[in-house]
Protein backbone atom coordinates (compact mmCIF):
# COMPACT_ATOMS: atom_id res chain seq x y z
CA UNK A 1 0.00 0.00 0.00
CA UNK A 2 2.72 2.57 0.73
CA UNK A 3 4.57 1.44 -2.42
CA UNK A 4 1.75 2.29 -4.03
CA UNK A 5 1.02 5.66 -2.37
CA UNK A 6 4.61 6.53 -3.08
CA UNK A 7 4.61 5.74 -6.74
CA UNK A 8 0.83 7.99 -6.70
CA UNK A 9 2.79 11.12 -5.40
CA UNK A 10 5.90 10.26 -7.48
CA UNK A 11 3.54 10.67 -10.89
CA UNK A 12 1.55 13.58 -9.24
CA UNK A 13 4.90 15.49 -8.61
CA UNK A 14 6.59 14.86 -12.09
CA UNK A 15 3.03 15.91 -13.88
CA UNK A 16 3.32 19.07 -11.76
CA UNK A 17 6.83 19.69 -13.00
CA UNK A 18 5.73 19.34 -16.24
CA UNK A 19 2.86 21.77 -16.25
CA UNK A 20 5.08 23.86 -14.74
CA UNK A 21 7.87 23.52 -17.41
CA UNK A 22 5.11 23.99 -20.03
CA UNK A 23 4.10 27.44 -18.68
CA UNK A 24 7.73 28.64 -18.26
CA UNK A 25 8.05 27.34 -21.77
CA UNK A 26 5.07 29.36 -23.11
CA UNK A 27 6.40 32.46 -21.08
CA UNK A 28 9.32 32.00 -22.66
CA UNK A 29 7.85 31.98 -26.14
CA UNK A 30 5.32 34.88 -25.63
CA UNK A 31 7.49 36.95 -23.97
CA UNK A 32 10.07 36.23 -26.84
CA UNK A 33 7.77 36.77 -29.88
CA UNK A 34 6.37 39.64 -27.58
CA UNK A 35 10.13 41.39 -27.49
CA UNK A 36 10.63 40.81 -31.68
CA UNK A 37 6.67 41.84 -32.44
CA UNK A 38 7.82 44.95 -30.41
CA UNK A 39 10.93 45.48 -31.88
CA UNK A 40 9.72 44.93 -35.74
CA UNK A 41 6.75 47.75 -34.60
CA UNK A 42 9.59 49.64 -33.73
CA UNK A 43 11.73 49.52 -36.76
CA UNK A 44 8.26 50.17 -38.72
CA UNK A 45 7.49 53.29 -37.15
CA UNK A 46 10.89 54.78 -38.08
CA UNK A 47 10.82 53.70 -41.68
CA UNK A 48 7.42 55.83 -41.70
CA UNK A 49 9.89 58.65 -39.53
CA UNK A 50 12.29 58.87 -42.21
CA UNK A 51 9.55 59.35 -44.70
CA UNK A 52 7.84 61.83 -42.84
CA UNK A 53 4.70 59.68 -43.45
CA UNK A 54 4.02 60.87 -39.60
CA UNK A 55 0.32 59.05 -39.64
CA UNK A 56 1.13 55.51 -40.53
CA UNK A 57 4.19 56.15 -37.65
CA UNK A 58 2.04 56.97 -35.17
CA UNK A 59 -0.36 53.68 -35.76
CA UNK A 60 3.24 51.81 -35.25
CA UNK A 61 3.94 53.17 -32.23
CA UNK A 62 0.48 52.67 -30.84
CA UNK A 63 0.82 49.10 -31.95
CA UNK A 64 4.69 48.56 -30.20
CA UNK A 65 2.70 50.00 -26.73
CA UNK A 66 -0.49 47.78 -26.97
CA UNK A 67 2.58 44.76 -27.61
CA UNK A 68 4.65 45.84 -24.51
CA UNK A 69 2.64 49.00 -22.46
CA UNK A 70 5.89 48.78 -20.08
CA UNK A 71 8.33 49.35 -22.32
CA UNK A 72 9.54 53.31 -22.89
CA UNK A 73 10.51 53.32 -26.31
CA UNK A 74 7.61 53.58 -27.95
CA UNK A 75 6.41 56.21 -26.07
CA UNK A 76 9.69 58.33 -26.65
CA UNK A 77 9.36 57.81 -30.20
CA UNK A 78 5.82 58.23 -30.69
CA UNK A 79 6.45 61.67 -28.83
CA UNK A 80 8.68 63.09 -31.35
CA UNK A 81 6.40 62.16 -33.69
CA UNK A 82 3.91 64.64 -32.48
CA UNK A 83 6.46 66.72 -31.98
CA UNK A 84 7.69 66.77 -35.35
CA UNK A 85 3.77 67.05 -36.73
CA UNK A 86 3.64 70.07 -34.71
CA UNK A 87 1.53 68.33 -31.91
CA UNK A 88 2.69 69.53 -28.74
CA UNK A 89 -0.21 68.46 -26.43
CA UNK A 90 -0.19 65.30 -27.73
CA UNK A 91 3.54 64.20 -27.34
CA UNK A 92 2.65 65.22 -24.01
CA UNK A 93 0.36 63.15 -23.27
CA UNK A 94 1.49 59.94 -24.58
CA UNK A 95 4.72 61.00 -22.22
CA UNK A 96 2.52 61.24 -19.00
CA UNK A 97 0.61 57.91 -20.09
CA UNK A 98 4.27 56.43 -20.69
CA UNK A 99 5.10 57.50 -16.80
CA UNK A 100 2.31 56.10 -15.34
CA UNK A 101 3.13 51.99 -17.55
CA UNK A 102 7.00 51.51 -17.49
CA UNK A 103 8.40 49.71 -14.46
CA UNK A 104 11.92 50.88 -14.06
CA UNK A 105 12.77 54.12 -12.59
CA UNK A 106 15.44 54.46 -15.46
CA UNK A 107 12.69 54.90 -17.74
CA UNK A 108 10.49 56.98 -15.73
CA UNK A 109 13.10 59.41 -15.51
CA UNK A 110 13.87 59.37 -19.65
CA UNK A 111 10.24 60.14 -20.06
CA UNK A 112 9.99 62.59 -17.01
CA UNK A 113 13.40 64.24 -18.95
CA UNK A 114 11.31 64.36 -22.44
CA UNK A 115 8.62 65.87 -21.16
CA UNK A 116 10.35 68.84 -19.18
CA UNK A 117 12.25 69.05 -22.66
CA UNK A 118 9.12 69.89 -24.85
CA UNK A 119 7.82 72.27 -22.25
CA UNK A 120 10.80 74.24 -21.42
CA UNK A 121 11.43 75.00 -25.50
CA UNK A 122 7.64 75.52 -25.76
CA UNK A 123 7.13 72.89 -28.22
CA UNK A 124 10.74 73.68 -30.25
CA UNK A 125 13.02 71.14 -31.41
CA UNK A 126 16.43 72.61 -31.27
CA UNK A 127 15.64 76.09 -30.12
CA UNK A 128 18.37 78.45 -30.39
CA UNK A 129 20.34 76.54 -33.34
CA UNK A 130 20.79 76.81 -36.84
CA UNK A 131 18.37 74.39 -37.59
CA UNK A 132 14.94 74.83 -35.83
CA UNK A 133 12.14 72.30 -36.25
CA UNK A 134 8.00 74.20 -35.02
CA UNK A 135 4.62 72.50 -35.73
CA UNK A 136 6.21 70.27 -38.83
CA UNK A 137 8.20 72.57 -40.68
CA UNK A 138 11.76 73.27 -40.34
CA UNK A 139 14.11 76.93 -40.29
CA UNK A 140 17.64 77.08 -41.10
CA UNK A 141 20.04 80.03 -42.96
CA UNK A 142 20.91 79.59 -46.41
CA UNK A 143 24.94 81.77 -46.76
CA UNK A 144 26.41 83.31 -49.75
CA UNK A 145 29.61 83.17 -50.88
CA UNK A 146 30.48 86.89 -49.14
CA UNK A 147 28.89 85.96 -46.02
CA UNK A 148 32.18 84.48 -44.17
CA UNK A 149 35.06 86.45 -42.89
CA UNK A 150 38.25 84.48 -43.41
CA UNK A 151 39.87 82.85 -40.26
CA UNK A 152 43.02 84.18 -38.99
CA UNK A 153 45.28 82.62 -36.77
CA UNK A 154 44.30 83.23 -33.77
CA UNK A 155 40.54 82.07 -34.84
CA UNK A 156 42.07 78.93 -35.92
CA UNK A 157 44.33 77.98 -33.20
CA UNK A 158 40.94 78.61 -31.06
CA UNK A 159 38.75 76.46 -33.51
CA UNK A 160 36.40 79.38 -34.32
CA UNK A 161 36.09 78.50 -38.20
CA UNK A 162 32.52 79.54 -38.90
CA UNK A 163 33.02 83.51 -38.99
CA UNK A 164 29.93 85.17 -40.48
CA UNK A 165 30.71 88.67 -42.16
CA UNK A 166 28.08 91.47 -42.49
CA UNK A 167 26.51 90.27 -45.64
CA UNK A 168 22.52 89.59 -46.28
CA UNK A 169 21.69 86.24 -46.06
CA UNK A 170 18.15 84.40 -46.40
CA UNK A 171 16.20 82.44 -44.14
CA UNK A 172 14.56 79.51 -45.35
CA UNK A 173 11.37 77.73 -44.46
CA UNK A 174 10.74 74.07 -45.61
CA UNK A 175 7.07 72.49 -45.07
CA UNK A 176 6.53 68.56 -44.78
CA UNK A 177 6.72 68.06 -48.34
CA UNK A 178 9.99 69.37 -48.72
CA UNK A 179 8.69 72.96 -50.21
CA UNK A 180 11.10 76.09 -49.46
CA UNK A 181 10.02 79.65 -49.53
CA UNK A 182 12.52 82.43 -47.86
CA UNK A 183 11.01 84.31 -45.33
CA UNK A 184 13.35 86.99 -44.56
CA UNK A 185 16.85 88.24 -46.10
CA UNK A 186 18.88 90.88 -44.40
CA UNK A 187 21.94 91.29 -42.82
CA UNK A 188 21.62 88.22 -39.93
CA UNK A 189 23.38 85.33 -39.32
CA UNK A 190 23.51 82.33 -36.27
CA UNK A 191 20.95 81.31 -33.98
CA UNK A 192 17.02 80.92 -34.60
CA UNK A 193 14.69 81.08 -31.64
CA UNK A 194 11.14 80.04 -31.69
CA UNK A 195 8.79 81.51 -29.03
CA UNK A 196 4.88 82.32 -29.11
CA UNK A 197 4.51 81.67 -32.91
CA UNK A 198 7.28 84.43 -33.37
CA UNK A 199 10.77 83.88 -34.80
CA UNK A 200 13.56 85.89 -33.40
CA UNK A 201 16.96 86.42 -34.83
CA UNK A 202 19.97 88.60 -34.03
CA UNK A 203 21.43 90.94 -37.07
CA UNK A 204 22.89 93.85 -38.19
CA UNK A 205 20.59 96.97 -38.28
CA UNK A 206 21.65 101.13 -39.02
CA UNK A 207 22.56 101.43 -35.11
CA UNK A 208 24.39 98.26 -34.74
CA UNK A 209 23.35 94.97 -33.69
CA UNK A 210 20.13 94.21 -32.95
CA UNK A 211 17.20 91.65 -32.50
CA UNK A 212 14.69 90.88 -35.17
CA UNK A 213 11.23 89.05 -34.50
CA UNK A 214 8.31 88.19 -37.39
CA UNK A 215 5.78 85.58 -37.72
CA UNK A 216 6.43 82.06 -38.25
CA UNK A 217 5.68 83.09 -42.52
CA UNK A 218 7.79 86.37 -42.04
CA UNK A 219 5.41 88.99 -42.05
CA UNK A 220 5.36 91.33 -39.52
CA UNK A 221 8.88 92.29 -39.18
CA UNK A 222 9.87 94.24 -36.08
CA UNK A 223 13.18 95.68 -34.44
CA UNK A 224 13.31 95.04 -30.83
CA UNK A 225 15.34 98.02 -30.02
CA UNK A 226 17.94 97.90 -26.77
CA UNK A 227 18.62 94.25 -27.08
CA UNK A 228 21.66 92.50 -28.10
CA UNK A 229 20.94 88.91 -27.71
CA UNK A 230 19.18 86.19 -26.72
CA UNK A 231 20.86 83.94 -24.47
CA UNK A 232 18.24 81.62 -23.62
CA UNK A 233 14.74 80.44 -22.49
CA UNK A 234 12.60 79.21 -19.79
CA UNK A 235 9.21 77.93 -18.44
CA UNK A 236 8.17 81.65 -18.69
CA UNK A 237 9.41 82.91 -21.86
CA UNK A 238 12.21 84.01 -23.70
CA UNK A 239 15.36 85.62 -21.88
CA UNK A 240 17.38 88.45 -23.70
CA UNK A 241 20.40 90.67 -22.90
CA UNK A 242 21.32 94.33 -23.27
CA UNK A 243 25.18 94.22 -23.35
CA UNK A 244 25.48 91.40 -21.05
CA UNK A 245 24.64 94.31 -18.00
CA UNK A 246 20.75 92.91 -17.70
CA UNK A 247 18.43 90.17 -17.68
CA UNK A 248 15.54 90.68 -19.64
CA UNK A 249 12.27 88.10 -20.08
CA UNK A 250 9.38 88.03 -22.75
CA UNK A 251 5.89 86.39 -21.86
CA UNK A 252 4.11 84.57 -23.75
CA UNK A 253 2.27 88.05 -25.10
CA UNK A 254 5.15 89.50 -25.74
CA UNK A 255 5.47 91.51 -22.99
CA UNK A 256 9.17 92.70 -21.19
CA UNK A 257 10.70 92.79 -18.22
CA UNK A 258 13.74 93.15 -16.48
CA UNK A 259 14.56 89.98 -14.32
CA UNK A 260 18.48 90.61 -12.79
CA UNK A 261 21.11 92.72 -13.32
CA UNK A 262 24.26 90.20 -14.12
CA UNK A 263 25.77 87.47 -16.65
CA UNK A 264 23.34 84.54 -17.33
CA UNK A 265 24.39 81.51 -16.41
CA UNK A 266 21.42 78.81 -17.57
CA UNK A 267 17.52 78.28 -16.63
CA UNK A 268 16.91 75.24 -14.36
CA UNK A 269 12.51 74.74 -15.24
CA UNK A 270 11.40 78.09 -14.00
CA UNK A 271 14.74 79.44 -12.30
CA UNK A 272 17.21 81.50 -13.49
CA UNK A 273 21.25 81.33 -12.20
CA UNK A 274 23.13 84.43 -12.71
CA UNK A 275 26.37 86.27 -11.26
CA UNK A 276 26.21 89.57 -10.37
CA UNK A 277 29.28 91.75 -9.54
CA UNK A 278 30.37 94.25 -6.90
CA UNK A 279 34.04 96.19 -5.89
CA UNK A 280 35.35 92.92 -4.30
CA UNK A 281 33.11 90.14 -4.87
CA UNK A 282 31.20 87.73 -7.53
CA UNK A 283 27.95 86.47 -5.96
CA UNK A 284 26.51 83.65 -7.66
CA UNK A 285 22.31 84.13 -7.73
CA UNK A 286 19.27 82.53 -8.56
CA UNK A 287 15.60 83.98 -8.91
CA UNK A 288 12.07 82.80 -10.22
CA UNK A 289 11.36 83.28 -14.03
CA UNK A 290 8.34 85.42 -12.39
CA UNK A 291 11.33 88.03 -11.17
CA UNK A 292 10.80 86.86 -7.91
CA UNK A 293 12.80 85.29 -4.83
CA UNK A 294 15.94 86.30 -5.80
CA UNK A 295 18.06 84.50 -3.59
CA UNK A 296 22.03 85.04 -3.04
CA UNK A 297 23.51 81.66 -2.97
CA UNK A 298 27.43 81.86 -2.95
CA UNK A 299 30.06 84.90 -2.60
CA UNK A 300 33.42 85.01 -4.28
CA UNK A 301 36.39 86.25 -5.33
CA UNK A 302 35.99 89.15 -7.17
CA UNK A 303 37.37 87.44 -10.26
CA UNK A 304 35.64 84.66 -10.28
CA UNK A 305 33.49 83.00 -13.00
CA UNK A 306 30.84 79.91 -12.94
CA UNK A 307 31.33 77.97 -16.08
CA UNK A 308 28.56 75.34 -15.38
CA UNK A 309 25.87 74.65 -13.36
CA UNK A 310 23.66 71.40 -12.81
CA UNK A 311 20.93 70.90 -10.30
CA UNK A 312 19.91 67.68 -8.71
CA UNK A 313 17.12 67.32 -6.11
CA UNK A 314 17.47 70.48 -3.80
CA UNK A 315 21.27 70.88 -4.10
CA UNK A 316 23.19 72.86 -7.18
CA UNK A 317 26.25 72.05 -8.58
CA UNK A 318 28.34 74.36 -10.64
CA UNK A 319 32.01 75.23 -11.59
CA UNK A 320 33.85 78.06 -10.86
CA UNK A 321 37.24 79.00 -11.32
CA UNK A 322 39.89 82.07 -11.39
CA UNK A 323 43.02 82.44 -13.14
CA UNK A 324 44.96 79.67 -11.53
CA UNK A 325 42.20 77.13 -10.60
CA UNK A 326 39.11 75.35 -11.32
CA UNK A 327 36.48 73.89 -8.85
CA UNK A 328 33.40 71.99 -8.67
CA UNK A 329 30.89 73.31 -5.63
CA UNK A 330 27.87 72.41 -4.62
CA UNK A 331 25.40 74.46 -2.70
CA UNK A 332 21.48 74.28 -1.33
CA UNK A 333 19.06 76.43 -3.06
CA UNK A 334 18.48 78.21 0.09
CA UNK A 335 21.69 79.29 -0.33
CA UNK A 336 22.97 77.34 2.52
CA UNK A 337 25.62 74.13 2.55
CA UNK A 338 28.56 75.41 0.22
CA UNK A 339 31.38 72.76 -0.04
CA UNK A 340 33.97 72.60 -2.76
CA UNK A 341 34.27 68.83 -3.84
CA UNK A 342 37.02 68.59 -6.23
CA UNK A 343 39.32 70.00 -9.12
CA UNK A 344 38.34 70.65 -12.72
CA UNK A 345 40.35 72.02 -14.92
CA UNK A 346 37.98 71.14 -18.19
CA UNK A 347 35.80 74.14 -16.89
CA UNK A 348 33.19 71.94 -17.65
CA UNK A 349 31.29 68.56 -16.09
CA UNK A 350 27.93 66.54 -16.15
CA UNK A 351 26.69 65.36 -12.62
CA UNK A 352 25.17 61.94 -11.91
CA UNK A 353 23.08 60.43 -9.20
CA UNK A 354 24.51 56.77 -8.75
CA UNK A 355 21.86 54.35 -7.53
CA UNK A 356 23.44 54.13 -3.79
CA UNK A 357 22.59 58.42 -3.99
CA UNK A 358 26.24 59.21 -4.20
CA UNK A 359 26.42 62.08 -7.33
CA UNK A 360 29.51 61.24 -9.53
CA UNK A 361 30.97 63.89 -12.01
CA UNK A 362 32.55 63.41 -15.79
CA UNK A 363 34.36 66.00 -16.72
CA UNK A 364 35.10 67.91 -20.21
CA UNK A 365 31.56 68.49 -21.19
CA UNK A 366 28.12 69.79 -19.48
CA UNK A 367 25.19 67.71 -19.18
CA UNK A 368 23.74 66.91 -23.11
CA UNK A 369 26.20 68.91 -24.12
CA UNK A 370 28.00 67.52 -27.41
CA UNK A 371 31.73 67.95 -27.84
CA UNK A 372 34.42 66.71 -30.09
CA UNK A 373 37.12 63.96 -29.24
CA UNK A 374 39.63 62.94 -32.03
CA UNK A 375 37.31 64.02 -34.68
CA UNK A 376 34.75 61.79 -33.57
CA UNK A 377 31.64 63.59 -31.16
CA UNK A 378 30.27 62.07 -27.93
CA UNK A 379 27.72 63.93 -25.13
CA UNK A 380 27.19 62.91 -21.68
CA UNK A 381 22.66 63.00 -21.61
CA UNK A 382 20.45 62.04 -19.05
CA UNK A 383 20.31 58.43 -20.58
CA UNK A 384 23.44 57.28 -19.18
CA UNK A 385 26.05 57.58 -17.39
CA UNK A 386 28.51 56.88 -19.68
CA UNK A 387 29.77 59.37 -22.57
CA UNK A 388 27.02 58.37 -25.65
CA UNK A 389 29.31 58.29 -29.33
CA UNK A 390 27.03 60.31 -31.82
CA UNK A 391 29.11 60.55 -34.76
CA UNK A 392 32.55 59.10 -35.75
CA UNK A 393 35.04 60.64 -38.91
CA UNK A 394 33.93 58.21 -41.11
CA UNK A 395 30.73 59.71 -41.44
CA UNK A 396 31.39 62.95 -42.31
CA UNK A 397 35.01 62.17 -44.37
CA UNK A 398 33.64 62.84 -47.64
CA UNK A 399 32.48 66.31 -46.41
CA UNK A 400 35.66 67.76 -44.60
CA UNK A 401 38.01 67.17 -41.70
CA UNK A 402 36.86 69.80 -39.09
CA UNK A 403 33.22 70.41 -36.86
CA UNK A 404 31.90 73.81 -35.71
CA UNK A 405 28.69 74.33 -34.25
CA UNK A 406 27.72 71.17 -32.84
CA UNK A 407 24.44 71.03 -31.08
CA UNK A 408 22.32 68.29 -29.56
CA UNK A 409 18.53 68.30 -29.61
CA UNK A 410 16.63 65.05 -27.97
CA UNK A 411 17.19 62.50 -30.93
CA UNK A 412 19.18 64.75 -33.62
CA UNK A 413 22.28 66.01 -33.92
CA UNK A 414 23.21 69.32 -35.76
CA UNK A 415 26.96 70.41 -37.04
CA UNK A 416 28.58 72.35 -39.77
CA UNK A 417 31.61 70.38 -41.96
CA UNK A 418 34.69 72.89 -42.66
CA UNK A 419 36.38 71.85 -46.08
CA UNK A 420 39.73 72.78 -46.30
CA UNK A 421 42.20 73.05 -49.46
CA UNK A 422 45.17 73.64 -47.93
CA UNK A 423 45.35 76.42 -45.52
CA UNK A 424 41.87 77.66 -46.60
CA UNK A 425 38.86 77.04 -45.94
CA UNK A 426 36.47 76.75 -49.35
CA UNK A 427 33.07 74.98 -47.91
CA UNK A 428 30.88 74.46 -45.16
CA UNK A 429 28.27 71.36 -45.32
CA UNK A 430 25.39 72.05 -42.89
CA UNK A 431 24.21 68.48 -41.44
CA UNK A 432 21.76 66.88 -38.79
CA UNK A 433 21.55 63.42 -38.32
CA UNK A 434 19.08 61.10 -37.03
CA UNK A 435 20.65 59.17 -33.87
CA UNK A 436 17.79 56.81 -34.20
CA UNK A 437 17.59 55.79 -38.33
CA UNK A 438 21.64 57.06 -38.23
CA UNK A 439 20.33 59.01 -41.26
CA UNK A 440 22.67 61.86 -42.00
CA UNK A 441 20.95 64.52 -43.69
CA UNK A 442 22.87 67.57 -45.65
CA UNK A 443 20.42 70.21 -45.86
CA UNK A 444 22.71 73.07 -47.30
CA UNK A 445 26.25 73.19 -48.68
CA UNK A 446 28.33 76.43 -49.45
CA UNK A 447 31.09 77.07 -51.53
CA UNK A 448 33.49 80.01 -50.46
CA UNK A 449 35.72 81.93 -52.76
CA UNK A 450 37.69 84.29 -50.82
CA UNK A 451 39.34 85.82 -54.52
Known amino acids: ??????????????????????????????????????????????????????????????????????????YLGLANVYMSDGKEEKAISILEQGYKNVDSKEDKQEILNKKNDIKKNHGVINNGGDYVTYNGKSYYWEYHGNSFRHPDTRDVDEGNLLNYDNAVNDLICVDENENKKTIFSGYSSGDIWIFSNRIFIEGDTDDGWSIYSMNLDGTDLNEMDDYDYIIGICDKGLIFTNHYISGYLMTSDLKKKILFEGDFICADEDVIYFTSYSSNRTTLKSIDANGENETTLVQMKYLDTVNCLQVIDKDIYFQYSDFYTSKIAKVKKDGTGFTDLEDNSTNKFTAYKEKDGKVTFKHGSALNEPFEEDGSVYAYTDKSSKRVKMLSPDEYKDLGTDLQNISYSGDNLYYVVIKWEGDTIYGYSYCKKDLNSNKITVYYNIDVDWA
Open 1 to 74: MKTKNNKMIATAIAIILLVIAIIISLVFVFNKTGTKSYDSKLEEAQSYVVKMDYKKAEAAYLAAIKVSPKKAKA
